[in-house]
């Protein structure tokens, strides 16, 4: 079975955690630092949870979910490259241009939803 990192688990990280269980063919894990939030989450979806993104890591999962705060993607989509998993971010790719270059680098695809926010990572991103 599939292992699955859900990073973040504000309302898009909750969707993934259910729409991932639905197929039945994941096992789902949640790294929240909200020890309530987790918690809650942990109750409704029987997900193991993290609390620390290494910790997390080290279970070795086979794709990371990015779902934290949109400052703070590129920094995890990085560590998860690094750690050998597949990784999808949420949009937006970041809130600056700052990093993008070296985690395109470290793909072998990106690929970044249309998203006002950060029109000039996009325009980057089509060159």
Known sequence: MTKILIVGGGNIGVR????????GRAEVSLGELSEERGGEILRL????LHREFASALGG?????????PAPTHVARAG?????????????????QMEGTEELASQCCVLI???CNRLS???GWIYE
């Open 45 to 48: 979806y029987g997900v193991s």
């Open 60 to 68: 070795r999962p086979d794709g990371v979910v990015i779902c934290t």
């Open 112 to 114: 970044s939803p249309a």
């Open 120 to 122: 000039r990572a996009r």
């Open 79 to 95: 560590e998860a490259l690094s750690a050998g998993c597949h990784v999808l971010i949420e949009k937006p790719l970041s809130t």
């Open 16 to 23: 993934h955690v259910r729409c991932f269980q639905a197929t």
